[in-house]
């Protein structure tokens, strides 16, 4: 059995929150159709981190789709492994797996490895930053070739 993905050392909250752009996913049920997906997450007074996720539905120019939900850090020496969940009591693993070192971009993985998120402060990333995150990706034990690319709205992916 392949070792659990590791966790960035360290997650400072303050830094994370603030809005982020889907760069590239592994393809989900629950995503299906969205494009110019984005989340904008904000700490809350009690510690937990509130999530709200945006998509177009089929274009750049299609309906907008949203939901809110809620996270909360489940090892807070590190930060890196959070809870979320956006349908109580139901909640889905976290994990911040890779992290820019001015948290320009982040790369969120579930333990088992079935889920898989890049996400970029900006709506493009530049390759040799996505070529560098595949490569630590597959280091990980990802199967990089799931990944889609999200067209976003302001670039090229």
């Not at 059995?1 to 050392?9: D, G, L, Q, S």
């Not at 070192?101 to 898989?116: D, I, M, Q, S």
Request: proline share 5%; net charge positive.
């Amino acid at each position: 059995m392949i070792a659990e993905p590791k966790v960035v050392p360290h997650v400072e909250l303050e830094r994370y929150v603030g809005t982020w752009y889907e760069i590239a996913r592994y393809p989900q049920r629950f995503q299906e159709g969205c494009v110019a997906s984005k989340a904008v997450y904000e700490l809350g007074r009690d510690g937990k981190i509130q999530v709200y996720n945006e998509c177009r539905q089929g274009s750049l120019e299609g309906a907008a789709k949203s939901v809110r939900g809620k996270a909360k850090v489940v090892d807070p020496v590190t930060n890196a492994k959070l809870q979320v969940t956006f349908f109580w009591p139901f909640y889905g693993d976290y994990w911040i797996i890779d992290l820019g070192n001015n948290y320009e971009y982040a790369v969120v993985g579930h333990p088992t490895r079935k889920y898989l998120w890049v996400l970029s402060r900006t709506p493009e990333m530049e390759d040799s930053v996505y070529r560098g995150i595949l490569e630590r990706l597959e280091k990980q034990g990802y199967d990089t070739a799931r990944l889609m690319k999200t067209p976003q709205s302001g670039g090229k992916n």
